[in-house]
């Protein structure tokens, strides 16, 4: 019975940090797949901890090249 409970509790605990790491402060970079110029940059989406952890980069790929390199 203690076993379970103390498992259940290390769960828990690490459930609580997992969702910590998911809110993360997030910039969306749109580029071309093929030549790997940028379409666009959006702006930070940024979580509760805003300044206590670095930016994450998502890259998305549009299209597949730019006008200079079509």
Known sequence: ???FKA????FH???AL????ITM???????Y??????????AV???KFYGRHA???QVVYVGSSCKDHA
């Not at 498992?7 to 290390?10: A, C, D, G, H, K």
């Not at 997992?18 to 790491?21: F, G, R, T």
């Not at 402060?25 to 580029?31: D, F, G, S, V």
């Open 1 to 3: 019975m203690y076993v």
């Open 7 to 10: 498992f259940f509790s290390i």
């Open 13 to 15: 605990l690490r459930a």
């Open 18 to 21: 997992l969702e910590i790491d």
């Open 25 to 31: 402060c997030i910039r969306l970079i749109e580029k």
């Open 33 to 42: 797949a093929v030549c790997g110029c940028i379409y666009y940059v959006h």
């Open 45 to 47: 989406d940024p979580c």
């Open 55 to 57: 930016v994450v980069e």
